[in-house]
């Protein structure tokens, strides 16, 4: 049975880092960081293939990257000049499968 289990969230100053880790059950394949601010709808952030193949929403390019371990089943999201716009929850998520994460909560004060 698939599971994700989200971590690394916390609470930063505008300008920090935080690094996220998604741990997987099972094998996985196409992977998913998405991020719901409030009083926002859920949004992609970035997105990961098997090969490796990364794409990014505009407003992360250059500060965030996404990488996976295919031996550890994980995916991460190295996250760097943060803003006060990138606070919300972020939920880690198996493309193929359409399942969810619990979410981890990153907050970025100003």
């Known amino acids: 049975q698939l599971q994700l289990v989200e971590s690394g969230g916390g609470l930063v100053q505008a300008g920090g880092s935080l690094r996220l880790s998604c741990a997987a059950s099972v094998t996985i394949f196409t992977m998913g960081w998405y991020r719901q601010s409030p009083g926002k709808q859920r949004e992609l952030v970035a997105h990961?293939?098997?090969?490796?193949?990364?794409r990014y929403v505009d407003s992360v390019k250059g500060r965030f990257t996404i990488s996976r371990d295919d031996v550890k089943k994980m995916v991460f999201l190295q996250m760097n000049s943060l803003k006060p716009d990138d606070t919300g929850v972020y939920y880690c998520?198996?493309?193929?499968?359409?399942?969810w994460g619990q979410g981890t909560q990153v907050t970025v004060s100003s």
């Open positions: 998520k198996d493309e193929w499968r359409a399942h």
């Open positions: 990961i293939t098997p090969g490796s193949t990364t």
